[in-house]
């Protein structure tokens, strides 16, 4: 899950635009789940639960908070 959490953000952080595109990202982070042989992890979360931890990321290159939301997703669908 670390892997993927870590594709997600490297994408997000060079990501063009500035809203970002979170469903780019997050399909990528998918792929690399599916290629590891787990099911892909569906975001339900409020917007800045998932910012704040991709914040966290940018600032403290912490990915921690980020495997925890994934994680926390993945054992919910």
Known sequence: MRLA???HAQLIGIHPFQDGNGRTCRLFMN??????GLRP?????????????????FAK?????LE?????????T
């Not at 792929?31 to 590891?36: A, G, H, P, S």
């Not at 569906?42 to 990321?57: D, G, M, R, S, T």
């Not at 290159?61 to 908070?65: A, L, M, S, V």
Request: aromatic share 16%; charged share 20%; hydrophobic share 45%.
């Open 31 to 36: 792929c690399v789940l599916i290629r590891v």
């Open 5 to 7: 959490a870590w594709v």
């Open 41 to 57: 992890v569906a975001f339900e979360v409020p917007k800045q639960e998932y910012n704040n931890c991709l914040n966290w990321y």
């Open 68 to 76: 925890s939301l994934c994680l926390r997703m993945y054992s919910v």
């Open 61 to 65: 290159d912490d990915i921690r908070p």
